[in-house]
């Protein structure tokens, strides 16, 4: 059980375009998701906590009108990157905690390269 | 963000010795603590999870956790090459939310 997926795993787009990254939660519902962001070898920054029915919590330093996050059903959660540029490449993951406990399981994660 | 430090650099260990991992955190109010394994490329996987001061050990894995010391630390036994990952200790802060430490690469040496 907790499996994570995300789609896509990777996505190549031109600059000044948006990208939607989807991630689910397959076998239980996640009343909470986290949006990840990771540079080559740095760290996971917490980008977003997004529940579902209300809106996105975001990290101090994160644009929210560049990073829309919207978290429809107890298993979707979805972030746009909005009109991104080749600063935005990166390593993006998107992570659910099951009701049951405190961990979070990550899902697979996405690479956007921005030309 | 809360602080959590893992400073050691790339730990070489031979197959089949122990690998030992340390990690400090500075938010005295954390409960919960992760490791995760992530290989070049790819995701974060639980490995083990700890809330209670002491041991707890899952097949060759052992966490330990001392709350007084803010210090959370695994032990890998018998190390396999699969091992050979990067190890992120995660502390858990306000409203669910984990603080990552930038990891420790560890290479078991075949």
């Known amino acids: 059980g907790a499996v994570v997926s995300q789609h896509p795993s990777w996505v190549i787009c031109k600059s000044g375009t948006s990208v939607k990254i989807e991630c689910r939660s397959l076998?239980?519902?996640?009343?909470?998701m986290f949006w990840y962001r990771q540079f080559p070898k740095q760290s996971l920054m917490l980008m977003a906590t997004s529940n579902e029915g209300s809106k996105a919590t975001y990290e101090q330093g994160v644009e929210k009108d560049k990073f829309l996050i919207n978290h429809a059903s107890l298993t979707l959660s979805t972030l746009t990157v909005t009109s991104a540029h080749p600063e935005d490449s990166s390593f993006y993951i998107c992570s659910a905690r099951p009701p049951w406990g405190y961990e979070q399981f990550f899902g697979p994660g996405t690479r956007l390269t921005v030309l | 963000q809360k602080e959590v430090e893992q400073n050691s650099g790339p730990l070489s260990v031979p197959e089949g010795a122990i690998a030992s991992l340390n990690c400090t955190y500075s938010?005295?109010?954390?409960?919960?603590f992760f490791w995760y394994r992530q290989y070049s490329g790819k995701s974060p996987e639980l490995i083990m999870f700890i809330y209670s001061n002491g041991d707890k050990e899952d097949g060759r894995f052992t966490a330990q956790l001392n709350k007084a010391s803010q210090y959370v630390s695994l032990l890998i036994r018998d190390s396999q090459p699969s091992d050979s990952a990067t190890y992120l200790c995660a502390v858990s802060y306000g409203n669910n939310r984990l603080a990552f430490g930038k990891g420790n690469q560890v290479v078991v040496i075949p």
């Open positions: 938010d005295r109010g954390s409960q919960s």
């Open positions: 076998d239980f519902q996640a009343t909470t």
